[in-house]
């Protein structure tokens, strides 16, 4: 055994998966330790706010001390951030087509091209060709390069609850800024929200748990029911094998993932837990396992040490598990890293059409890959809502398979590079 | 010869039987799930009647109609006759269609968009993973990992990344359907160029994912086949690489036809999954919509249509192998 694991363990195919595949786990495990929120709970009024870090408005215009800092290209970073390189093209697009000749127009000079943009602009005035929705543009712009070049500070006011009179303050001078660490309210959204406001990082983390939870189940029942039934038609032989066959046959002719499709159906929405859809993808993937151990069965049946035990008057039982179980355990062992990682998939497939675990309790990968769909955070762009969770099935269930052909470089030396 | 017509009629034999439980069990399953689509259709057809008996003379119409009102056995054999007969009866989501018109106007998008693809992706994939066998080295290296990433990638995730990155981004391909939506099918080059940049997506989704696959399993294979006493002994005699690594991917061959064969039937549950991403009005989205419509002669004559698909090509392959290679039919001869 323990030369089996020494072996196992200097495969660097093996040890690379092995590794990605415990990094997972304990992220799933440490990072709810540390960030205690709830993975469910909604927090943005809105959906798909862009992945960063958001510090409360209130509490920087309210911070007692205001530090002033004269930095050179603070104004010109401020006009950059309203007016890029797009919009003065723009600009001078309007420009050129109210009249103004080009060879006047320099779109590096921001205070002559605003103050040509100021005297020009007339939002009323029409230009062939040009749709509505540019007019709106241009109309947008003109509100936002409003005021852009002046220096003065922002007033602060507030209601005054006798009168209901504003009253003034205080100023914020362009120069005021805030040390990040004296604003109480800071959240960071290292990959923003999602459709329903939810902070996508805790959601992910808590749904690869529950994902790998529903691989676990899927996994091993599968692997039991094939196992049991592949021992017994490859051991047993006769009727039973007959039987089995045929029952493998069957699933073979039906896809088991359109079987899949109506037992999650019939089931109902309402009664769909993650446990539940774990099962029935358990029952219904054990067919290739069951077919793998028989052949594996098949080829040991007549073995000296089997015949041996045989002659000696043990059990059935006694010579499948000390004389057939050990010598298939390396390959079994795989089989179940396989369905693993394939059941991890069929719940992400079934999530997708929307017969999934019911959405209510628990996150799953598939779900938040359902929700990111049906909210069309791919065609928007909202790339932090879908890209994310696909990398990380991606990720479980390449470090699963590689961990799987490291075994079975191990196990099956002829394959060995 | 002989030899070869019992394992021809042992096998059908099995294939047969096969068929019948498959049949039974496609009519049987999709009849087990609750909920009543006759009630469905009288709802909506009878919306703002009031009058309670008119109702119930409507339901009792249909019920008479799709035969739903029989016991059990009875609509069995009532199926079967049918079935024999060619007719499916109708849709029930989809009424008044017949399932046959339903399934006519979905099978042809999904033979044409994974039989190319299915095949396309094993010929490149086993390709590649011959060379990599091969050539070793560097090109392994890098074809190894990555065909380990992009078979692990699911389908839709792999349909997905394309259609944000071609689709959405660079704007290259239609993002959902199976031709414009401006269009009505017909045989006009317009709609025939449509039909070919919407298939582009979905087509190089599927045949990505069975590269990945393919290459890693010839690889093994090959490489198994390369280490192979016949192998050494051909060098050792001074026959010409070219010469010997012919027979070696023949022998290596042999295993993945029949992973074609297996693929075959799991592509579908895969396609499922891919037509509903890019909306693609295929035998997928067919059973999606029938499943979630309750309707039973739909589910019922696409599963049986994708069964007979399987058992065919499952069958076809099981022969062709048999003749290839004369030790399966030993093997099979001697049970």
């Keep these: 055994m323990k030369h089996t694991l020494q072996q196992v363990f200097r495969s660097g195919k093996f040890v690379v998966g092995f590794s990605i595949f415990v990094a997972i786990l304990l992220i799933v495990i440490i990072y709810p330790l540390i960030i205690t929120d709830s993975p469910l709970e909604i927090i943005a009024q809105g959906t798909f706010f862009p ?7 209130y509490d920087s215009i309210d911070s007692a001390t205001h530090y002033t800092l004269k930095l050179d290209d603070a104004a010109a970073k ?5 007016l890029n390189e797009d919009d003065r093209l723009a600009m001078q697009e309007w420009l050129v087509a109210s009249g103004i000749p080009e060879n006047e127009i320099d779109t590096a000079d921001t205070p002559k091209l605003l103050d040509q943009w100021e005297n020009n602009f007339d939002p009323k005035k029409k230009i062939d060709g040009m749709t509505n929705a540019k007019r709106n543009y241009y109309i947008r712009l003109d509100a936002s390069v409003d005021g852009i070049l002046s220096t003065e500070g922002a007033i602060i006011a507030a209601k005054n609850p006798d009168t209901g009179a504003l009253e003034e303050k205080g100023i914020i001078e362009q120069s005021d800024y805030v040390n990040v660490r004296e604003v109480p309210n800071i959240r960071v959204l290292l990959l923003g929200t999602d459709n329903f406001g939810r902070d996508v990082l805790t959601e992910l983390v808590s749904a690869t748990g529950v994902s790998l939870q529903i691989g676990f189940v899927a996994g091993i029942v599968a692997t039991l029911i094939g196992l049991t039934l592949g021992l017994l038609a490859g051991y047993v032989g006769g009727l039973v094998d007959d039987a ?3 029952v493998a046959n069957l699933f073979t002719v039906i896809p088991s993932f359109v079987l899949l499709v109506l037992i999650s159906f019939s089931i109902g929405q309402e009664k769909r837990g993650a446990t539940t859809i774990a099962v029935v993808i358990g029952l219904t993937s054990w067919v290739w396992t069951a077919r793998a151990v028989r052949s594996q069965v098949l080829s040991l049946r007549h073995r000296d040490h089997v015949n041996l035990s045989k002659l000696s008057g043990h059990s059935i039982v006694h010579i499948i598990l000390t004389d057939i179980l050990p010598y298939i355990a390396s390959y079994v062992v795989m089989a179940l890293i396989l369905q693993i990682s394939s059941g991890i998939l069929a719940e992400a497939g079934l999530s997708i059409l929307g017969l999934g675990p019911k959405t209510t309790e628990v996150p799953t990968l598939g779900l938040m890959m359902n929700w990111a769909m049906i909210y069309q955070s791919h065609i928007l762009g909202k790339w932090w809502a879908l890209f994310p969770v696909i990398f990380t099935i991606a990720l479980i269930s390449f470090s699963l398979n590689l961990m799987n052909t490291g ?7 002829t394959i060995r590079d | 010869m002989k030899g070869y017509r019992k394992y021809f009629l042992n096998k059908l034999g099995w294939f047969s039987v096969t068929l019948v439980a498959a049949f039974l069990l496609n009519f049987i399953l999709p009849r087990l799930m609750p909920g009543d689509p006759v009630a469905a259709i009288v709802a909506r057809l009878a919306q703002g009647m009031s009058d309670a008996t008119g109702v119930q003379a409507i339901y009792q119409q249909y019920s008479d109609l799709f035969g739903t009102n029989k016991p059990m056995h009875e609509q069995f054999f009532l199926y079967v006759r049918n079935v024999a007969r060619g007719d499916f009866g109708f849709s029930f989501s989809q009424y008044p269609r017949t399932v046959a018109d339903v399934i006519a106007s979905s099978i042809w998008w999904t033979l044409i968009l994974q039989l190319p693809a299915i095949l396309v992706g094993w010929l490149i994939g086993n390709f590649l993973g011959a060379l990599a066998a091969y050539r070793k080295g560097i090109f392994d290296k890098i074809l190894m990992p990555f065909s380990i990433f992009a078979s692990g990638l699911p389908a839709f995730g792999m349909a997905i990344v394309l259609l944000v990155v071609l689709g959405v981004n660079l704007g290259w391909f239609p993002t959902s359907g199976g031709y414009g939506f401006d269009m009505i099918p017909n045989r006009s080059w317009d709609f025939l160029w449509s039909a070919f940049v919407h298939y582009q997506l979905p087509f190089w989704s599927i045949v990505l994912i069975i590269i990945g696959g393919q290459a890693i399993g010839m690889r093994s294979m090959a490489i198994y086949e390369l280490n192979a006493d016949y192998v050494k002994y051909a060098r050792f005699m001074g026959i010409k690489d070219r010469k010997i690594l012919r027979y070696v991917f023949r022998n290596a061959m042999l295993p993945q036809i029949t992973g074609l064969a297996l693929s075959i039937g799991t592509m579908v549950g895969g396609a499922l999954v891919a037509e509903t991403i890019f ?11 029938a499943v979630k419509g309750g309707d039973y002669p739909l589910i019922s004559a696409t599963a049986l249509i994708i069964t007979l698909m399987v058992l065919i090509t499952t069958f076809i392959i099981e022969m062709l ?8 039919k030993a093997a099979q001869s001697e049970d």
């Design chain 1, 51 to 57: 992945p960063g870090i958001y510090v409360n408005a």
């Design chain 2, 321 to 328: 192998y048999g003749f290839i290679d004369p030790r399966i």
């Design chain 1, 407 to 413: 075994l079975d470089q191990v196990f099956n030396p």
């Design chain 1, 244 to 246: 089995t066959m045929f």
């Design chain 1, 78 to 82: 401020r006009i950059a951030s309203k």
């Design chain 2, 279 to 289: 909306s693609y009005p295929g035998l997928g989205s067919t059973i999606l919509t």
